[in-house]
C-alpha cells in the first residue's frame, strides 16, 4: 500500500507548516500508520532556512526544524491525499494549484484538529511567547490527529 500523504501549509514554510511536519513526523514514528508528510508555504520566496525564532521554539519543545523553504506547485500537491491549511487564505490559494475534484482534500488545521473554523495566527515577527503559543496549539492538534487516526486511519476511512 502506497502511503496516505499529508501536506502542511502555511503562507512562507519557515514557521508554522515544518514545525506541524516536525511534529506529525517524530509522533508517525511511533505509530505503524503509512502516512507521510511534508509541508510548504504559498510564498514563492526561494529556498530560505526556518524562522530563527521557531527553531528555537521546536528545540525548547524537543522537535528539530531542518530544510529549507519550499512553495507550493500543481506538481507537488496533486499526490496529496490530505492538504491541510493553516489559514482560510491559504485554501483559497492552493485551490489554484489542485484541481476542482479534489479541493475536498484541502483543510483548515484548527478545523479538523479542534473542530473550530478558525486561522491559526502566523507567529513570523512576534513575541517569543506568540511562537511558544502556537507551537503548543500545533503539537495538541497533532496530537489530537494522531489520537483520531490511529483509531480510523484516514486511508480506509471516508472522512477523517
Known sequence: MDPYKIIFICTGNACRSPFAESVMKKLLANSNLPIQVSSAGT???????RDKEM?????EMGYTLAGE????????L???????VFERVHKDLVTKFVEYGHWDRIV?????AFEKD????????QTHDIYKKVAKTIEE??????DKWKKNPPYTAANI
Open 55 to 59: 527553531v528555537e521554539v521546536a528545540q
Open 43 to 49: 510564498l514563492d520566496w526561494g529556498s530560505n532556512p
Open 108 to 112: 483548515l488545521f484548527n478545523d479538523i
Open 141 to 146: 492538534g497533532c496530537k489530537v490527529l494522531m
Open 69 to 76: 523553504t519550499q512553495h507550493i506547485s500543481y506538481d507537488l
Open 118 to 125: 478558525e486561522n491559526l495566527q502566523d507567529p513570523h515577527f
Open 78 to 84: 496533486k499526490p496529496m491525499n490530505l492538504i491541510i
